[in-house]
C-alpha cells in the first residue's frame, strides 16, 4: 500500500510529508514575514537529477537554515523563480531530501527528533561532542549512511561542521565526494546568524535581509583531484576561505567576536 512506503533509512514517508507540510507552514512566515529571504539561482535546482546530488553550504543555525533550504528548493521544483510566495508547494514535498547533521543535536529533545524524521542523516562528530574537543575515528555506519541518502536522493552537508564561520572544512566531505561522485552544488547562505538564535528556533531580530544563492555544480575530477584540491574548492565555492574575511562587513565582524567569546567561555566551563 502506498501509505506503508517507506524510505531506506525506514522512515514512512507519510509521516515525512506531514511533518514537513506542518513545519514547512509554521516557518514559512520567518522567511516572508519577519524577515525577508532574497534567492538567486533557484533555476539551477530544476536541471539536477531527482537523485546523487550532494548540496555544500556555509553553516549558520542549527534549523533556521535547513528549513529555508526545505522551502527553497520545493518551490524551484514547482516553478517558482527565486521566490517562496504561494506555499502551496509545500503540499507535495520532494520527499528523498535529506540533511547531515550532528547526531547529539538531532537526540537534544522531541523537536529535534521530530525534525531528525523529516530527513537527518545523523552522524557522531570525530572533534566535538557535548561541547568538548575529541579525538575519534571516522564510524563506517555514518559515512555509508550518507552514500545511501545521496544514492536515494538529494543530501544537504555543511562541510564545516560548525555554525562558526571561517573555520576549517573538514575533510570527510571530501572522501565523501570521491566515494559516491555525486553532482556538487554550492550554497552561500548569509543573515541567518543575525535574525536567528543559534539553533535557529527563537527569531533574534526582525527586518533582516537574509540570502540565499545557489551557484552552479562544482567541476571535480574525481579520479584525480586530492583530497586537499576538492578541500580548498569547498572552501572557495561556500565562500569560507579566509580570503573572504576582508569583505566582512563591521556588524559581521562584531558578530564573529561575540560567536567566539561564547565558545571561549563553554571551553572554560568544560575544562574546570
Known amino acids: 500500500m502506498p501509505l506503508l512506503?517507506?524510505?531506506?533509512?525506514?522512515?514512512?514517508?507519510?509521516?515525512?510529508?506531514?511533518?514537513?507540510?506542518?513545519?514547512?507552514?509554521v516557518s514559512h512566515g520567518r522567511y516572508r514575514n519577519f524577515n525577508n529571504l532574497n534567492i538567486e539561482g533557484s533555476q539551477i535546482?530544476?536541471?539536477?537529477?531527482?537523485?546523487?546530488?550532494?548540496?555544500?553550504?556555509?553553516?549558520?543555525?542549527?534549523?533556521?537554515?535547513?528549513?529555508a533550504m526545505f522551502h527553497v528548493f520545493n518551490a524551484a521544483l514547482k516553478g517558482r523563480d527565486d521566490?517562496?510566495?504561494?506555499?502551496g508547494y509545500i503540499w507535495q514535498p520532494k520527499l528523498n531530501f535529506y540533511f547531515v547533521a550532528a547526531g547529539e543535536t538531532m537526540r537534544s529533545g522531541?523537536?529535534?527528533?521530530?525534525?531528525a524524521y523529516a530527513g537527518s542523516v545523523s552522524i557522531d562528530r570525530t572533534w566535538r561532542s557535548d561541547g568538548k574537543d575529541v579525538k575519534r575515528q571516522v564510524k563506517n555506519s555514518d559515512i555509508s549512511n550518507i552514500g545511501k541518502a545521496v544514492n536515494d536522493g538529494w543530501v544537504i552537508t555543511f562541510p564545516q561542521g560548525t555554525t562558526t564561520p571561517f573555520k576549517p572544512i573538514r575533510r570527510g566531505t571530501a572522501h565523501?565526494?570521491?566515494?559516491?561522485?555525486?553532482?556538487?552544488?554550492?550554497?552561500?547562505?548569509?543573515?541567518?546568524?543575525?535574525?536567528?538564535?543559534?539553533?535557529?528556533?527563537?527569531?533574534?531580530?526582525?527586518?533582516?535581509?537574509?540570502?540565499?544563492?545557489?551557484?552552479?555544480?562544482?567541476?571535480?575530477?574525481?579520479?584525480?583531484?586530492?583530497?586537499?584540491?576538492?578541500?580548498?574548492k569547498i572552501e572557495y565555492a561556500i565562500e569560507q576561505h579566509p580570503s573572504f574575511l576582508k569583505v566582512l562587513s563591521v556588524?559581521?565582524?562584531?558578530?564573529?567576536?561575540?560567536?567566539?567569546?561564547e565558545l571561549n567561555k563553554k571551553r572554560e566551563f568544560w575544562s574546570s
Open 176 to 232: 565523501i565526494i570521491k566515494t559516491y561522485k555525486p553532482i556538487v552544488v554550492p550554497i552561500v547562505i548569509d543573515g541567518f546568524r543575525r535574525s536567528f538564535d543559534k539553533k535557529g528556533l527563537t527569531i533574534k531580530r526582525k527586518n533582516v535581509l537574509q540570502s540565499m544563492v545557489i551557484k552552479e555544480p562544482l567541476d571535480i575530477d574525481y579520479e584525480n583531484e586530492s583530497i586537499s584540491d576538492i578541500v580548498t
Open 110 to 115: 522531541l523537536l529535534p527528533k521530530i525534525f
Open 83 to 87: 521566490s517562496i510566495k504561494n506555499i
Open 5 to 25: 512506503k517507506r524510505n531506506p533509512f525506514g522512515h514512512y514517508l507519510f509521516i515525512k510529508k506531514w511533518i514537513i507540510r506542518f513545519f514547512g507552514v
Open 45 to 67: 535546482l530544476r536541471d539536477l537529477p531527482d537523485k546523487r546530488v550532494l548540496f555544500i553550504s556555509n553553516h549558520q543555525t542549527y534549523f533556521a537554515d535547513v528549513a
Open 251 to 261: 556588524e559581521e565582524l562584531e558578530d564573529l567576536r561575540t560567536e567566539e567569546e
